[in-house]
């Protein structure tokens, strides 16, 4: 329920939604991190052949998620689900004018694993540092143990609500 009480308390107009583009290579963690948010069993999961997209509801806010498959094959047709799009997870695109100004989430997954590059050595890769026209924010986390999700929320209800006022 962290998610749910964050969004309660940051919940500004009846019926708010927030459309978050969930973006990145093939075997990222982009599927296990989105049923992680919907408290879904993570147990089983196969690569994403299209898109998955959850809600999540709460006294009149909701939360889309759109998980879009990561292949190659699939990366041209990313551009459909720009429109609208609150949150980018995917430092490639700044410079697609359709998501100016989005702020940028990095969730530099799979930190459980001992071969996993820190989130600053990632944040360095990305050259996030360089980033001026939008917030953006790198966060650490284990999509398949939850941990750093939910701080990873914390900062995208906050961008979102800066960016409207």
């Known amino acids: 329920m962290g998610l749910l009480s964050i969004l309660r308390k940051l919940k500004s107009t009846p019926d708010q939604e927030v459309r978050i583009l969930l973006l990145g290579l093939d075997n990222g ?3 296990t991190l989105l049923k992680q948010l919907a408290s879904e069993d993570i147990t089983h999961i196969t690569p994403t052949q299209g898109f998955n ?13 759109w998980d879009i498959g990561g292949q190659r094959k699939i990366r041209p047709y990313w551009r459909n689900y720009f429109e609208n799009t609150d949150v980018l997870e995917l430092a490639e695109l700044l410079d697609e004018e359709k998501l100016s100004g989005v702020p940028i989430l990095v969730f530099a997954n799979k930190q459980d694993l001992l071969t996993a590059a820190p989130a600053s050595e990632i944040a360095e890769g990305l050259n996030l540092h360089t980033i001026r026209d ?32």
Request: charged share 20%.
């Open 29 to 31: 963690g982009k599927t």
């Open 53 to 65: 997209i959850k809600s999540v509801q709460s006294q009149g806010f909701k939360l889309n998620v």
């Open 134 to 165: 939008r917030v953006w924010q790198i966060q650490s986390c284990s999509a398949l143990t939850g941990e750093g999700v939910q701080d990873g929320m914390n900062w995208v209800c906050k961008s979102v609500n800066a960016k409207r006022k």
